[in-house]
Structures are given as C-alpha cells and as structure tokens.
C-alpha cells in the first residue's frame, strides 16, 4: 500500500468552477502537507503549507487537513485556464529532514 | 522566492554513455539538495539526499553506483548517471531548501536511446 494515496483523474471543469482535489494518507507520523503545482515538463512549484490540521487560505486557494480521518484537500476557488496542470501534495514527517513523499498528482483542465 | 537551476534541462544520449547533470542554488547556499526521479504520468519518487561535503544518502532500491551524486560546495550538486539504458528514461529534479522552505529545479529530462 502506498503511503499517500491520490486519484490521478484526469479532471475537467468550466472556467469558474471550484475545484476540490484530495489525497489519503496511512503514516501518522506525517505532520506538514504541501502541495504542488506542476505544469508539463516543469519542476513542481509550492502552491501551499500547512501544518497539523486546520485550514489555511491564500487568494484562490484553501488548503484543508483533517489528521484524525488521515485526509487533505485543496480547493480551488473560481478556477481559470492557467489553472491546468497536475497537481500533487506532499507530506513530510517531523524527524524526515525536509524529505518529501509524494501523491501521484491529479492533472486537471480548466476548460474556458 | 529562491531559485535552483538544472542544466541541462533536456539531453538526449546512447545507451551505455554517462549523463551529468547539475543542480544550483542560485540564490542561497544549500547544504542539502535532493534528486527525484519522474516518469510519465507518475508522482516523484525521491531518488537520494544529497550532503555538501560528504556521501549521498540513497533511497531503498536506488543503485549508487549507477546514480553517482556529488555534492563538492553549497551551491552545486551533481547527479551522474553511469552506463545509462532505455529503463533510465526519465525526468530527473532536484531540490534545495532555503529557510526551512523547499524550492525545485526546472527538471532535466533524459532520453536514452
């Protein structure tokens, strides 16, 4: 079983849609959880961090941890074309020394 | 925010042959990089750590002797893949933190034929 579980889609919505993305994880021992953007054929770029559970919003973007159901989200707000890519998140343990594991990615479209 | 750079970011080579390829902090000195490898329509799988002033610390199942990384300042680690094949067909991308963040490379993309 992998660590961090994420259905790769593909998703497609019209432009202004709100968009929900997730990922599962098994290893409580992942306290920080990231995700990443990553457009073709490029490195990913950090979207958002959050720490433990909560909600943390930035602009467009909320990104939503539940540690007690081992579960992370990140919703996209009025979703745009330059929205398309694949999106990944990403968990790190508190003793891993900035070692990152990976979710598959989910590739999303934005259709205008 | 801070930046890596990868060169080169595409290169195409035999099968057999030896790939480099770099990885810069162009902005900020990095202790510790590290080397992911991405095949198509896959997650990142971290490949090694890579320490500035002494050996890589290498992920289960990935063969050192073929992934050779070198780590010589704070600026530059390099990945080195020996007698490369087909199978090493990847996206190759490193990272580097700065101030407890992550920042990625640009990705380099082999094609080995």
């Known amino acids: 079983q992998k660590e961090v579980e994420q259905d790769p889609g593909p998703l497609s919505v019209p432009e202004g849609a709100i968009v929900s993305l997730n990922c599962t994880y098994s290893n409580s021992a992942f306290q920080y959880f990231m995700w990443y953007r990553q457009y073709s054929r490029k490195g990913p770029e950090l979207l958002m961090y959050?720490?433990?559970?909560g909600n943390k919003e930035d602009g467009r973007f909320t990104a939503q941890v539940d540690k007690s159901s081992k579960y992370i989200s990140l919703f996209i707000r009025d979703s745009q074309p330059s929205d398309s890519a694949t999106y990944l998140c990403a968990m790190m343990k508190e003793t891993s020394g900035s070692r990152l594991t990976f979710g598959e990615g989910t590739q999303l479209t934005v259709n205008p | 925010g801070a930046v890596v750079s990868q060169h080169p970011s595409w290169v195409i080579c035999k099968s057999g042959t030896s790939v480099k390829i770099e990885c810069r902090s162009l902005d900020f000195q990095a202790t510790t990089m590290f080397w992911y490898r991405q095949f198509p329509k896959q997650s990142l799988m971290l490949m090694a750590t890579s320490n500035e002033g002494s050996k890589a610390t290498y992920e289960q199942g990935v063969e050192k002797d073929k992934f050779l990384i070198n780590h010589a300042s704070l600026t530059l680690s390099t990945l080195t893949v020996t007698s490369a094949h087909p199978e090493d067909s990847s996206f190759y991308i490193c990272?580097?933190?700065?101030?407890?963040?992550?920042?990625f490379g640009e990705g380099s993309r082999l094609t080995v034929l």
């Open positions: 990272s580097a933190r700065d101030y407890g963040e992550l920042f």
């Open positions: 959050t720490y433990s559970s």
